[in-house]
């Protein structure tokens, strides 16, 4: 069984500053995609960025970069220059090409203060 | 990116009547499509997968005849709750995939169902 887990509940951070949300996941497939989605107020799930398990590089969208640590099942996210849009429940995801599906983590709420 | 859409945003029903949740993705062929439920401030829980064409695999402890689901094209799915009951209420999301978009899942912006 796929599992992921995000140990931090909640969270904050001030504007302008730099966050780190965990992620682990463990799963048996060598073939596999991993994924931070971001739940604003409004409900509507979000890609935040996507990394693929057979690339070493990790993957970088503008202010959000993550540490890929493979060998460790670690994904975890960093959000740089925090913005008050940033404010969501931020998703930790594992997706097997041959499950088809997604597991995802209990989620973390993050709070940017002004 | 991808856009799925999800209608209605919004049902309130009364007890015992069917609703009925459309999914549309807009500009890519799903594959497959997904459909989640969530409790405030929770995690997404995932009822059931479905692939075009094919019959829905739902997950354990999912009524298959309670929440019925059809894939009936490559880009749309519909979500029936039937015979509602209060307990139904809650926020349900759909998601599609498509070729070419690396596993990845496009939301719709979620059903928010009240049922009286």
């Known amino acids: 069984a796929q599992t992921v887990t995000q140990s931090q509940p909640e969270m904050s951070v001030q504007e302008a500053e730099t966050v780190t949300l965990s992620c682990t996941y463990d799963?048996?497939?060598?073939?596999?995609?991993l994924f931070w989605y971001k739940q604003p107020p409004s409900r509507q799930m979000i890609l935040v960025i996507r990394?693929?398990?057979?690339?070493?590089q990790n993957a970088t969208e503008n202010r959000f970069s993550v540490n890929f640590q493979k060998a460790a099942k670690s994904f975890s996210l960093k959000i740089s220059d925090s913005q008050l849009g940033d404010t969501a429940m931020y998703f930790c995801?594992?997706?097997?090409?041959?499950?088809?599906?997604?597991?995802f983590g209990d989620g973390t709420t993050l709070t940017v203060k002004p | 990116g991808a856009v799925v859409s999800q209608h209605p945003s919004w049902v309130i029903c009364k007890s015992g009547t069917s609703v009925k949740i459309e999914c549309r993705s807009l500009?890519?062929?799903?594959?497959?499509m997904f459909w989640y439920r969530q409790f405030p401030k929770q995690s997404l829980m995932l009822m059931a997968t479905?692939?075009?064409?094919?019959?829905?695999?739902?997950e354990q402890g999912v009524e298959k005849d309670k929440f019925l689901i059809n894939h009936a094209s490559l880009t749309l799915s519909t979500l029936t709750v039937t015979s509602a009951h209060p307990e139904d209420s809650s926020f349900y999301i759909c998601?599609?995939?498509?070729?070419?978009?690396?596993?990845?899942?496009?939301f719709g912006p979620g059903t928010r169902l009240l049922v009286l």
């Open positions: 479905s692939n075009e064409g094919s019959k829905a695999t739902y």
């Open positions: 990394q693929e398990a057979y690339k070493q």
């Open positions: 500009d890519f062929q799903a594959t497959t």
């Open positions: 799963t048996s497939e060598n073939n596999y995609y």
């Open positions: 998601s599609a995939k498509g070729q070419g978009h690396l596993e990845t899942q496009y």
């Open positions: 995801a594992c997706d097997n090409t041959n499950a088809g599906k997604s597991t």
